[in-house]
C-alpha cells in the first residue's frame, strides 16, 4: 500500500526578534505576565513590506533542499494561513511564480491553527489515491500587520508570531512509515470564540471609513472559552487517536502540539499521562505561529537531532473555527 512520507522539511523565521519587554513599551503588561500565562518569551516580526508568500518562499526552498528535489520536480502545492498576502487569490498562487514551480495546482487551506493538520491530510489523500506525487505543504503567518498594540488588544497581541515551515510529501512503499493516520474535526458553534470580523461580506459596502475606529479590524478571543476547549478537545483527540491505533503513551517518541499556550499543552500531557519531556515545545521563542506552528517545531526537533528515522510521532492542534485534529506520523 503506498502511504505518504516526508522527503524534506525546512522553515524560516524573520531575523527580527520581539521581546515581552519590546511589548511592554507598548502596552500594559510585563515579561512575568506573559511568560506566567503563555510560556511565551519572545517572538519574531517580519519587517514592513514581507508578506506571507515571501515567507514561505524561504521555508519551500529548505524544505526541497532537504528533499533533493528542485520546483520542477513538484505536482501540487497546499497553502495553510489565516494571514494571505490578499483577501484574493489564494496565497499560492503568489508563492507559486516565486518558486518558479510552472503550472502545477495550489490549494489554499484556511482552518487557522489547525491548517496544516488539514492540509497534510488533504495532501495524504492525494498521494494515497495517486493523484499526484510530489506535494508541498506550507503553513506560513505574518500575524504582526494584524494585532493591536494598545491595551485593548494586550491578551491576543502578545500571543502571535511571524514564520513559515513547509514538507514535501512523497509516496513510500514502506508499510510503516509516513502518515500513518490522521482525524480533523470542527464545531462552528464557537466560531465567534476566536475570529476576526473585518471581512464581513453581508455589509454594504463591507469597510468604511468608519470601521477603522472599530474593533472589527482587530482579532477577537474569549480566551476563557478557547483555552478550556482546547483542553477538553485535544485530549479527547489524543486519546481517541491513540486507542484507534492500538497504541499506548508509551509507543509515542514525541507529541509535537501546536504552540499557542504552554499552559494548554501541560495540561493536556498531564491529563494523559504523557511526561512532560514527551511534549516538545519552541514558542518560548517564536509565539504562535498558527499554521506554521507545528512544522516550525518539527522541522528544529529534526535539525537537533531529536528525531531519527522510525521514530513516531503524534501531532496535535486546536484553533479557531474551531477546529482540531491530530496525525499520527512514522519519521
Known sequence: MIRSAVAGIGSYVPPKVVTNDDLARLMTTSDEWIQS???IRERRFAEEGVKC??????ACRNALSDAGMTPADLDFLIFATLSPDHHFPGTGCYLQPKLGTG?????????QCTGFLYALTVADALIRAGVYKNILVVGAEVHSSALDFSDRGRDVAVLFGDGAAAVVLSPSSEPDRGVLYTELHADGRFARA????IWDISKKPYVTPETAATQDIWPQMDGKTVFKHAVSRLSEAIQHTLSVNGLSVDDIKYVIPH?????????????????????????????????????LLLDEAY?????????????????????????LVRW
Open 37 to 39: 500565562r503563555t510560556g
Open 53 to 58: 508568500s515571501d515567507l514561505a518562499a524561504e
Open 194 to 197: 476566536l475570529y476576526l470580523d
Open 103 to 111: 503550472p502545477i495546482g495550489c490549494l489554499d487551506v484556511r482552518n
Open 303 to 327: 535539525r537537533t537531532g531529536m528525531i531519527q528515522r522510525g521514530d513516531l510521532l503524534l501531532l496535535a492542534a486546536f484553533g479557531s473555527g474551531f477546529t482540531w485534529g491530530t496525525a
Open 259 to 295: 504552540q499557542a499556550n504552554m499552559r494548554i499543552n501541560q495540561m493536556v500531557a498531564q491529563k494523559l499521562g504523557f511526561p512532560e519531556e514527551k511534549f516538545l515545545h519552541n514558542m518560548q521563542r517564536y509565539g504562535n505561529t498558527t499554521a506554521a506552528s507545528i512544522p
